[in-house]
């Protein structure tokens, strides 16, 4: 049986080791392996039972293990996940059980879908992105690899979320509205229409504060 390995130990990764605890495939097809950290204060020890087994320099990947990556920044999650998979490392996806999915959802892999999200149909959803609880996405919406959407979010019909986009908590995302990549819309804030590349905004409705 493989040994799934989260990387991450701080505050979401511990969320995840519950997710992952409760998922149909717990038990069956992989167990938990333990944490990988940088935090090299924290190796060693256990959390919620299990180890912080290494930092991510120093694991060696053996090929009987499989990976999911607990960091919500998507430019660090997609630094991290890259020096994994040029090592030969293979993520998977977790999936709560109480994540309703509709017709034709397409996941990559890397994917976390949180407790009571809610992905309706027609909807692609690429490798490395984070939905978090509660949150809703509608109809033929495109969701870029390396996306994370923060809790409580509304994602409406049509809408491109592009890559490494970040939506803070209890976002809107209004009909055919777009995110651009690696742009951060703000905690409770309204998009109508564009957000542009590399920009934070934040507001309703969602206004420019400064480019990154």
Same mark, same amino acid.
């Given at each position: ?7 991450g ?9 519950g997710?992952?605890?409760q998922? +149909? ?15 090299? #204060?924290? /190796? ?5 039972? *299990? ?8 694991y ?10 607990a /960091? ?20 998977i ?11 034709? *959802? ?8 949180? +407790? ?8 692609t ?11 809703? /996405? ?6 870029g ?9 509304n ?18 995302i ?8 690696y ?5 409770g804030s309204?998009?109508l ?7 934070i905004?934040?507001g ?7 480019? #990154?």
């Open positions: 049986m493989q040994k799934l390995y989260i990387i130990a701080g505050g979401f990764g511990r969320e995840v080791l997710w992952a605890r998922c +149909p495939l717990y038990g069956s097809e992989w167990i938990i392996g333990g944490f990988i950290d940088d935090n090299n #204060r924290l /190796i060693g020890k256990q959390i919620h039972g *299990v180890e912080v087994v290494s930092n991510l320099e120093d060696y990947i053996s090929g009987k293990e499989v990976f999911i990556c /960091i919500g920044d998507p430019e660090i999650k997609k630094k991290i996940c890259g020096s994994i998979l040029n090592k030969g490392g293979k993520f996806n977790i999936i709560h059980p109480s994540v309703v999915l509709g017709h034709n *959802v397409q996941i990559g892999s890397g994917v976390i879908l949180c +407790p009571n999200v809610v992905i309706t149909c027609d909807i959803i690429s490798n490395f992105v984070t939905i978090n609880i509660g949150t809703t /996405i509608g109809h033929d919406s495109y969701i690899s390396w996306v994370t959407i923060s809790p409580g979010c994602v409406s019909g049509g809408v491109v979320l592009k890559e490494g986009s970040f939506l803070g908590s209890n976002v809107t209004l009909p055919k509205a777009q995110v651009g990549a742009s951060t819309v703000g905690a309204t998009v229409k564009k957000v542009a590349d590399r920009t905004v934040f309703n409705p969602a206004s420019e504060i400064m480019k #990154r």
